[in-house]
């Protein structure tokens, strides 16, 4: 009797199980829901049993974007619909279900926690409300010491909890004072409240509130120089903000080569330095150091030009002149540097102050003179101590036919021209220039004679009236 009432009961058991696995079948596995208020697109749509809020919405946006720009090939068109696109917010929501249950959803809090009570489930004829995204008039916005400042949609009945958590928490960077301030405009925008609170007190925060998290600015940041060349341990070295030496720099590359060219070592600050330098290195320069962007630059140049220009007294003839040496300063402010104290302490190059971003560039040494211009073989001659630059004219073969004897020696260190003269010390690196004397057609010797027939016939007319005038 007892084995038939068991077997009963398990009978019973199974049925109601098999029972609800047969209604659970037949649910339907679509449902509607519908969006209204400002939002890209409205009206209803199919979800499924096994959505989530937040996996509707961006299905619903991705598919209607990708609708909307699908054809579309202008950059500017496809970044302006983009932009409409994304004018909704993710705060405010309001979820309505057919039962009468009201609640309010907020997308951005879920995407930063994780918690599941801002982004439930939908059900069959949920209609979600996204409310205006009125950002300029309804708003809040917190600055200071948190992870991710920023502006974002008043709700009401928001806190000073909810503001912190919307800008991702707390910046463990600093040493927190525990206080905020709430900067409070009247609604004429003509006064204005400062509301000083400990960050325990989870006051209410009210439409238009600036916060700002207090802290003293952190200067425990990532600081750098970069070193390139002739040194034994060339890239980055971290340094201090106001205090590292270039002596100490270079020790910490652990010195320079034997090859390495000290009198020709130059200083770049920061984003002064141009892509000449990576190409000549072979090194990717990263971006926060280095400015790579040549549009940015040519902006730069016009700029810093036009400022130079403006309270200027230059005539046509040296516009020319000066943009170009204006656009060399611009691109290249290194200075030029003896580095051969650099390692001995107490030095004026050692206790030389690095700044962050600050790239040192130790060239290699050519132990060459390169001589150009009007010789019979320009290029490199080895570089022997003590010889002048006849010497070396004489190493590329002499000077040609039409050589001017205005030859110039460029300094490889400063690229500083100066006149030839024996008593000059040359040094590796060093250029010399034998210019081309300038031969005139006849077309040029009558345009410049006729110019000087012009100039004394003015004076000859103005003489004659002179003499007139004086009768």
Known sequence: MKRLFLFIFLVNIISAQTNERMNQNVLPSTISVSIAGQFPVTGSFPASL??????????????????????????????????????????????????????????????????????????????????????????????????????????????????????????PAY?????????????????????????KNDINLQRGDQVVVLADETQRKQLYALVLGEVNQPGYVPITKSTTTLGQVIKKVNGFTPNASLKRARIFRGNSITTLLEKQYGIKIEQNIINNNPELVDRIINYEQQ????????????????????????????????????????SEIYNFIVNPGDVIIIPPKTNTVYVFGQVSNPG????????????????????????????????????????????????????????????????????????????????????????????
């Open 380 to 471: 490199h001659v080895k570089f022997v101590e003590g010889k002048n630059y006849k010497y070396y004219i004489e190493q590329a073969g002499g000077v040609g036919e039409y050589a001017e004897d205005d030859i110039m020696i460029i300094k490889g260190s400063s690229r500083n021209w100066i006149t030839a003269e024996d008593n000059i010390i040359l040094e590796e690196g060093d250029f010399i220039f034998v210019p081309k004397e300038r031969l005139k057609s006849f077309r040029t010797f009558a345009m410049e004679l006729s110019g000087y027939f012009s100039i004394l016939g003015s004076i000859a007319t103005i003489l004659l009236l002179i003499v007139q005038l004086g009768k």
């Open 307 to 346: 400022m130079m220009f403006r309270m200027s007294n230059l005539v046509e003839e040296d516009i020319g002149y000066f943009a170009a040496e204006n656009q060399y300063r611009v691109l290249n402010e290194g200075s030029a540097v003896d580095f051969t104290q650099a390692l001995e302490e107490g």
């Open 175 to 199: 040493e927190l004072t525990g206080k905020v301030k709430i900067s409070r405009l009247s609604y004429d925008g003509e006064k204005q409240n400062i509301i000083e609170v400990d960050i």
């Open 50 to 171: 096994t959505e989530r809020v937040d996996q509707f919405v961006t299905r619903i946006y991705n598919q209607s974007l990708e609708r909307a720009i699908g054809s579309i090939t202008d950059e500017r068109l496809l970044e302006k619909i983009k932009k409409e696109y994304s004018n909704f917010s993710l705060r405010g929501i309001t979820l309505k279900r057919a039962d009468g249950t009201t609640l309010k959803l907020d997308l951005q809090k879920f995407r930063i926690n994780g918690d599941f009570r801002y982004n439930p489930y939908l059900k069959n004829d949920d209609v979600l409300i996204f409310p205006p995204n009125d950002i300029e008039r309804n708003f809040i916005s917190i600055s200071g010491a948190v992870n991710v400042p920023g502006t974002f949609l008043y709700v009401e009945g928001d806190k000073l909890s909810d503001l912190i958590e919307l800008a991702y928490g707390l910046n």
